[in-house]
């Protein structure tokens, strides 16, 4: 589920901005970051699932 969440936040059209501001922030800021963009929630759900969004931004900060 996680490259799904990938995709999404690549697709939003301030993606590049999204990105910048992710990487300067750690931890779990990344991860309300993501939550509150709502990429994490797959199409069709209405929830994030459990380690989606801890692994879309591990996967997120290894991008350049």
Known sequence: ???ICVD???RAAVAADNL???KKVGG???VAFI???GWA???GSNSVESGVTQACAALLANLK
Do not use: S
Request: charged residues 10%; hydrophobic residues 40%.
């Open 20 to 22: 910048t501001a992710l």
């Open 41 to 43: 929630v797959t199409p």
């Open 8 to 10: 999404q936040f690549q």
């Open 35 to 37: 939550e509150n963009g």
């Open 1 to 3: 589920m996680a490259p």
């Open 28 to 30: 779990w800021e990344q």
